[in-house]
């Protein structure tokens, strides 16, 4: 539900998961998918966050917005608005600290297929 900013704007940022309440299975299921594997990659490498039209992926736009979307509901990307960029931050520390050595794990594997 959006929340009512000064001015009567709207505030765009998408409701996030609590990461205590994210389950190993809910996270594995974004992952399996390869595109959503990209899109973690992606984050991962650049070491920074990243607009949605910056990751370069074999799929269309609102097809994406479906992998990004998952990828939220999962806990391991986070998603705000820079003007009107809708930007992606891999949730790096907070995922550590609920899934201690996955991320890398994931990317290790990911690498290597």
């Known amino acids: 539900m959006?929340?009512?900013?000064?001015?009567?704007?709207?505030d765009r940022t998408p409701p996030h998961p609590d990461l205590r309440e994210v389950t190993l299975q809910q996270v594995l299921e974004a992952v399996v998918d390869p595109v959503r594997r990209l899109i973690v990659g992606g984050l991962y490498a650049a070491g920074e966050d990243l607009a949605c039209g910056t990751i370069e992926l074999p799929v269309s736009k609102s097809t994406a917005t479906h992998h990004f979307h998952v990828l939220r509901e999962a806990g391991l990307i986070r998603q705000y608005y820079v003007g009107t960029s809708r930007m992606n931050a891999l949730r790096r520390e907070e995922f550590e600290e609920a899934f201690p050595g996955l991320l890398r794990a994931l990317m290790a594997a990911h690498e290597l297929g």
């Open 2 to 10: 959006a929340t009512t900013r000064r001015s009567g704007q709207r």
